[in-house]
Structure formats: C-alpha cells, structure tokens
Nanobody, 111 residues
Framework: QVQLAESGGGLVQAGGSLILSCAAS????????MGWYRQAPGKQREWVAT???????VYADSVKVRFTLSSDDAKNTVYLQMNSLKPEDTAVYYC?????WGQGTQVTVSS
C-alpha cells in the first residue's frame, strides 16, 4: 500500500507563496501519477493539479500559471509551488496516489 504525507501548509498573506510537499512511502514504483486536491470549508473537494504517469503536469484553470508541480524521485516526493496566493486558495490541500489520500495540510491566505 501507498502512504502519503503532506506538509508545508500555513498562514500567508495574499500575494505570498508556499511550497507544499507530498511524501510517498510504501509500494511505490514511480512518484508520477499523483494528484493534488483541495477542500475549502463548506465546499466539495476539488482537483488542483496532476503529475501524470508520463511526468507531464496538468493544472486546474483556477491555479494555472500560479501553481507549479515538481518532483524528486529520490525522495519519492512531489512539490506544489504556490505563488500569488489569493484568499480563495484557502483550503485543506490533499495529495492522492493509487486511490490513497494523505491527511491534508491547511493553507490559509489572508486578505
């Protein structure tokens, strides 16, 4: 089984930046094929970005240009660089791989 652990969340002012990490452990063949999602209070969980099985990246329109995925295969870790943060980016951010979810990390953007 795959275990995922997110980190890097916090409180930041609008326009600021954060880097989230998702460290994978367990039965990992490739760090690729991992998705990031977020859930704001009172809203459904929504997709944010995906590192595809081929290593390419895909982003939701709401974060395109502002967010960037990268990975470190040696550390089995995927990073989500978040720039120009907006209050509407406030949410708990989760990574997902092979149907498994991490515990999430809170991101709060103040106006």
């Amino acid at each position: 089984q795959v275990q995922l652990a997110e980190s890097g969340g916090g409180l930041v002012q609008a326009g600021g930046s954060l880097i989230l990490s998702c460290a994978a452990s367990g039965s990992i063949f490739s760090i690729n094929n991992m998705g990031w999602y977020r859930q704001a209070p009172g809203k459904q969980r929504e997709w944010v970005a995906t590192l595809t099985s081929l290593g390419s990246t895909v982003y939701a329109d709401s974060v395109k240009v502002r967010f960037t995925l990268s990975s470190d295969d040696a550390k089995n870790t995927v990073y989500l660089q978040m720039n120009s943060l907006k209050p509407e980016d406030t949410a708990v951010y989760y990574c997902n791989k092979a149907g498994r979810w991490g515990q999430g990390t809170q991101v709060t953007v103040s106006s």
